[in-house]
């Protein structure tokens, strides 16, 4: 099951970090599972307040799915479903969110307009290892973005890919600002989402929200390797304890990113 598999990832990364890495450091702290966020568990588990004290870097939702989370040096920002970018109080919870604290280890110009596309395939070249959790970091002039949020949903909640199919989209033109992100290893599927998964924040804080396309004019990608991982799950229950994690949601989430 993908929550057994979970707690293995996360006591096998732990070993292998050893006690050597100072806290917070190499570390991916995530609450809840990806899976349990597809079929629809979107309570809040964990307030902002606490989620900073894991990591100033990160991305994931609100409670009832209300928005886009970026966390960005040490600053929480919700891209609302009518694309508003707010502050959130830090009372407010979060039912799925993943964080580090971001101290980048490889640098990587970008000098030319490049797709997505090929955004990936720089960080792919670089030789990182990819068994590896990377969180990426990615700052310049944008020609184009395309983002999408998703409305605060009401009990019961459908699942993610329901609320997706007619999901608010935006588009900005000539935008300087940062993608903020994850790349994940392919074992961590039912975890969290394998491959690429960045959101944007314009330098205004005026455009943001889940990254699905863009091209970068000019900037500069920075990226963290982390080798240690861990999970917070609902002690209480609730909707995580009633969703059946046993499905492969493979397909549902390559909908929902995409």
Known sequence: MPVIRGLLIALTLLWAAGCRTPAGLDTVKQVSTI???????????????????????????????????????????????????????????????????????????VARRTDWAGLRGLVDGAGINSNLMQAVFVRGDFA?????????????????????????????????????????????GGINVPGYHLHFLSDDAAFGGHLLDCVLEQGVVEIDQAHRFIMVLPSSGGLFGQVDLSVDRSAELLKVEH
């Open 35 to 109: 899976d349990a966020l597809l079929a629809g568990a979107y309570d809040g588990e964990m307030t902002l307040r606490e989620l900073l004290r894991h990591g100033d870097f990160g991305i994931g939702t609100f409670h009832a799915l209300d928005g886009e989370m970026i966390v960005y040096a040490g600053r929480v920002y919700q891209v609302r479903a009518d694309g508003r970018v707010v502050r959130p109080p830090p009372e407010l919870t979060t039912p799925f969110a993943a964080v580090t604290r971001f101290a980048p280890e490889w640098r990587i110009p």
């Open 144 to 188: 184009a973005v395309h983002t999408r949020s998703v409305p605060a949903q009401t009990k019961p909640y459908p699942p993610l890919a329901e609320v997706t199919r007619q999901q608010p989209e935006f588009h900005a033109t000539n935008v300087t600002g940062v993608l903020v992100g994850f790349r994940l290893p392919a074992y961590m």
